[in-house]
């Protein structure tokens, strides 16, 4: 069975930048469609970003365009968030799981199983 395990969260201050991993065991992570998404303090969880099995064709949420970066390495089993010009409204924890594929180069932010990772608290503040 697929397990996702998040890593690289942490303190930062605004403006700063952090990458998130999310490691994949039990399967291939090219099998998949990966987004990751986030749960701030009192809110819901919100889709951020995905990127596809195949190709480039990342998707992000507007409050992240621009400032997020999502990225495969299959040889690695990872997925990467990487994060710039971070500001306090990005804090909470990030959390990975598989999501939606449009075809093989496609994605949508839309959890489509119950497999989720712990999650690493991500805390923006001076």
């Known amino acids: 069975q697929l397990q996702l395990v998040e890593s690289g969260g942490g303190l930062v201050q605004p403006g700063g930048s952090l990458r998130l991993s999310c490691a994949a065991s039990?399967?291939?992570?090219?099998?998949?469609?990966i987004g990751w998404f986030r749960q701030a303090p009192g809110k819901v969880r919100e889709g951020i970003s995905c990127?596809?099995?195949?190709?480039?064709?990342?998707n992000y949420a507007g409050s992240v365009r621009g400032r997020f970066t999502v990225s495969r390495d299959n040889a690695k089993n990872t997925v990467y968030l990487q994060m710039n010009s971070l500001q306090p409204e990005d804090t909470g924890v990030y959390y990975c799981?598989?999501?939606?594929?449009?075809?093989?180069?496609?994605?949508?932010?839309?959890?489509?199983?119950?497999?989720w990772g712990q999650g690493t608290q991500v805390t923006v503040s001076s």
């Open positions: 990127v596809p099995r195949r190709g480039n064709n990342t």
């Open positions: 799981a598989v999501v939606l594929s449009i075809g093989q180069n496609r994605c949508a932010k839309t959890p489509v199983s119950e497999i």
């Open positions: 039990g399967k291939n992570l090219d099998s998949y469609a």
